[in-house]
């Protein structure tokens, strides 16, 4: 067995169905979500067979987001605070930015903003 890092021409030979979704799925302007530029998929490979892989996205993350409870509900409080992290978040080159919604409220707005779910997400450090 080998393990190496797949070149964009054969990350079709992937099997796992989530990863196969992920490489299927497009943003809005027809991008590609996993764009070679900031992502690899690490496979191993049996008697040249992938049984086993993962993707490694580089991906600009939102965190932090919070509304006063006096401000709470304000459609143009949610809308400026969206409108200026787009921005930003486009000046540092980023096509999407990531999150994660723990509370229904906000991942109806991820929905609403054309947000494409990915499985639960976990920090994993990588020092041996």
Not at 102 to 122: D, F, H, N, S
Request: net charge negative; hydrophobic share 45%; charged share 25%.
């Amino acid at each position: 067995m080998t393990a190496r890092v797949l070149p964009p021409a054969e990350w079709f030979r992937v099997e796992d169905p989530e990863t196969r979704a992920l490489l299927a799925s497009t943003l809005e302007d027809g991008a590609p979500v996993l764009d070679p530029k900031t992502t690899a998929i690490i496979a191993v490979e049996d008697e040249g067979r992938v049984v086993a892989s993962q993707v490694l996205i580089t991906v600009s993350h939102l965190e932090g987001s919070f509304v006063a409870e006096t401000h709470t509900g304000r459609a143009d409080v949610i809308f400026l605070l969206l409108k200026t992290m787009k921005a930003e978040a486009r000046r540092q080159g980023h096509r999407k930015v990531t999150t994660i919604a723990t509370e229904p409220q906000v991942a109806a707005l991820c929905r609403a903003l054309r947000g494409i779910k990915i499985p639960q997400q976990y920090a994993i450090p990588t020092e041996e």
